[in-house]
C-alpha cells in the first residue's frame, strides 16, 4: 500500500491511503484502440449536447418549460462525459493510474451526481409529456417555466447533499488492505468494500441509493407511460393517437437507451459470471453512450427541433446573403 496519513478523533483512528491505484482497463489486450473510441464518443458527445443547447438557446419557439429541461438534459450529459472521459483516457493512456486521496473522491462525487441527474431529468419529462397528454387543458397553467426551473433546482440541491454524504461517508472508512481500485473511475461500490474496518452504514446508504435513486424514478417513469397508454386510449381518431404518440416516442427512446443497458447489467453480473473485462467494458459503454445518443435522438426524432434547425439555416442565409450584397454596395462606392 501507498505511505498512508492517520487522522484520529474520539480514540478512532482511521487510516487513508495517500493515493489510490486505479487498475481498470491495464489487463486489456488492445485496450488503446478503446480507449480511441471512447475519444471518438467523447468528441461526439461535446459536439452534439453542445448544438442542441445552442439551437434551443436561439429558437424562441423552444423557450419553453419542456425544453429547459431538454437544454438542462444536454447539459447533463455533457458534463457526465467530461468527468469520466477524459479522467479514463488520462488514467490508461497516458498511465496515472495514481490518484490522490481527495482527488478520486471528487472523482466519486461528479460522476455519481450526473448520473443521478440524467435519471432525474428523464424523470421531470416523463412528468412533463404525463400532463401533457393527461391533462392537454391545464398543461400550460402545471408546466411553466417558473415551477421547470424550481424542479431542476431541488433536484441539485437534493443531489448534491446526498452525493456528498456518501462519498464523504469514506471519510469514516480505514484502508489497510489495499489501495487498488479495480475499475475505471473511483466507483464508490468498490472503495468502501476495500475498508477493512465496519462499512455497514456504507452499505446501507449504498442500498438506499439502487431503490431511491435507480429502481423509482424508472416506477415512476413507468407508472406515468401507464398512464398515458390509457389516456391515448380514450382519444377517439386514430390521427390525433398518432400525434400524441410521436411526442413520447423520442423519451421513450432515451428511458430505454439509459435505463435497460444499466439494468441487463446488473442482473448479469448477479446471475452469470463475467470476465471482469467485459464487466469493465459493459458498465463504461453504459456510461458513456447514452450521453452521447441523447441529443441525435432528440434532433432527428422531434419535429419541434428539426423545424428550429431549418429556420435558424433559413435565416442564417438570409443574413448571410444581405452580409454579401452590402459588402459588395460597400466596395462598388469606394
Known sequence: MSSTQSNSSANVTFVRPATFFISGFSNMPHAKYYYVFLSLVYVVTVLGNSFIMYIIYLARRLHTAKYIAVFHLA??????????????????LFEHHDISYEACLENSFFVYHFMNMESMTLLVLAYDRLVAICFPLHYHAIVTRKTMFLILGVMWIFSVIYFSVLVGLVNILSFCRSNVIDSY???????????????????????????????????????SYFCIGLALLKIAHGAERIKAMKTCTSHFMLVAIGYIPFLINNIASLTTPIHPNIRLINNSLTQTIPPMLNPIIYTLKTEEVMQSIKELYKQNKVNTTKRMKCSRRNSKQK
Open 75 to 92: 447539459l447533463i450529459d455533457l458534463c457526465e462525459s467530461s468527468a469520466l472521459i477524459p479522467k479514463v483516457i488520462d488514467t490508461f
Open 185 to 223: 473511475f473511483c466507483d464508490h461500490g468498490i472503495i468502501y468494500r476495500l475498508a477493512c474496518n465496519d462499512n455497514s452504514i456504507n452499505i446501507l446508504i449504498v442500498k438506499i441509493n439502487f431503490g431511491l435513486l435507480i429502481c423509482t424514478p424508472l416506477l415512476l417513469i413507468f407508472i
